[in-house]
């Protein structure tokens, strides 16, 4: 509870110090909360829970980024395998028509 406090706070305080709401903003906040609650343990185990911190938060903000361009991706390439070939559009096969 106390560190979802302290990641909120400082999530928030980042959006408004940057000025903008990104996956940044929450692995420093996760970061920050993580090394503040092991301030106790002493410079290195500070620094070593805000490493820790960070990148867990790092791939829990990377997992719907990467998962967003694989979907992105995969659909680009349906739409374009399915995509009709423009130099065909509007030209009609004459080899079918029976001239009389």
Known sequence: AV????????DCLLMALRGKEDPW??????????GMLAMRTGMVGMVGAAVGGAVILGLIES??????????TQQREMTFQQA?????????????????
């Open 25 to 34: 903003n929450s692995v420093m906040a996760g970061a920050t909360a993580s």
């Open 84 to 100: 009709p070939d423009p130099s065909i559009i509007g030209k009609q096969d004459t080899s079918t028509l029976h001239r009389h």
């Open 3 to 10: 560190w979802g406090g302290l990641f909120s706070s400082m």
């Open 63 to 72: 997992i719907p980024i990467a998962l967003t361009r694989y979907q992105a």
